[in-house]
């Protein structure tokens, strides 16, 4: 599958191949939702979904999972040093010897990628190194522009418009704020034994929670009234965002669209999940559970026949057949 994906792409240089190869390996371990949500994707744009995931993946693990023991300086210097490698590779478009860095550029070289969106993903993982707990939803939404709005900015070029792109933009960018804060609700625990607490401190407080109350239920197990209230907030928060980003999924080229929309109602089932559970997100974490997953790909590759068959009747002037484009939203998911 990988080797089609290439060929696909018209990526034959053996060194390029086989970073791409590493970046998708990346995606395969990690991000399992993402994964399964790009295998919708016309083979030739997954390859640089992959390079996308495959240089956050690697700056994430830089800041997060090389753990306690090691020293925040090193970590920086780690970090810096992974930036500079980025800078080059953007400057020469992509013949960088680091095997991540020489994906991402070329991605970036080919797909035309602002290269601004990167530059602001490196200035918030740098963040994630001094900064523990954000004051309100503002001081939040600086962070997530980085880490998850300019996620969603890089791709949209590789997924395609069929309205001008700065009008998907905006759309583009809340589909990345609404996965995070579902990944910040989802890992609130781990999040928090790693010393970090990625919600608004004004939104937990008005609840009557702050950090330690948060780690004294993560260490006894003990849920409490208060806690719940305040993720319920959050959800509630997390929800708004979608319905912000929804309206963006039908300005996609409709090849990418079930590639997204995949993706939305994943995450969706995410929060949905959560809520599901009462809010059990520092003792437990909650998953969507298998037989969902598979329903939804299931339709995402329903999806993706109906509109390659519209895309083909498209070339050969005839008159497509309608498609069901539309995305009902429901307590976050479609």
Known sequence: ???????????????????????RRLNAR?????????????????????????????????????GSAVAPDV???????????????LRDGGS?????VRALAHTAAVHGIDHRHFHDFMVSMHRDLTVTEYADYDALMTYMHGSAAAIGLQ????????????VAAPHAAALGVAFQLTNFL???????????????????????????????????????????????????????????????????????????????????GILDA???DDYPVLHHR??????????????GLGRVAAARLRARAGRRGMRPAPGPEAVPVRGGTA
């Open 30 to 66: 990690h991000g399992k939702t993402y994964f399964l949500a790009t295998r919708l994707l016309p083979p030739a744009r997954r390859p640089a979904v992959h390079a996308l995931y495959g240089f956050a993946r690697w700056a994430d693990d830089i800041v997060d999972d090389q």
């Open 186 to 268: 989802r890992d609130v625990g781990e999040d928090l034994d790693r010393g970090r607490v990625y919600l608004p401190a004004d939104l937990l407080a008005a609840h009557g929670v702050d950090r330690e109350l948060l780690r004294w239920s993560r260490d006894t197990g003990v849920r409490d009234p208060r806690i719940r209230a305040a993720l319920a907030a959050v959800a509630d928060l997390t929800r708004g965002v979608y319905q912000e980003a929804a309206p963006g999924l039908a300005m996609l080229d409709p090849l990418a669209r079930p590639c997204i929309r995949t993706a939305f109602v994943l995450y969706g």
């Open 155 to 166: 791709m949209l070029p590789v997924l395609g418009t069929v309205v001008p792109r700065e």
């Open 1 to 23: 599958m990988a080797e089609r994906e290439l060929d696909a792409a018209g990526i034959t240089e053996p060194a390029l191949r086989d970073a791409y190869q590493r970046c």
């Open 96 to 100: 960088h010897d680091e095997p991540v």
């Open 274 to 276: 959560i809520t599901a």
């Open 286 to 299: 909650a998953v969507v559970p298998r037989r969902r997953r598979a329903a939804v790909a299931f339709d």
């Open 75 to 89: 970590r920086a210097r780690a970090l810096r040093t992974l930036w500079n490698r980025l800078e080059d590779g």
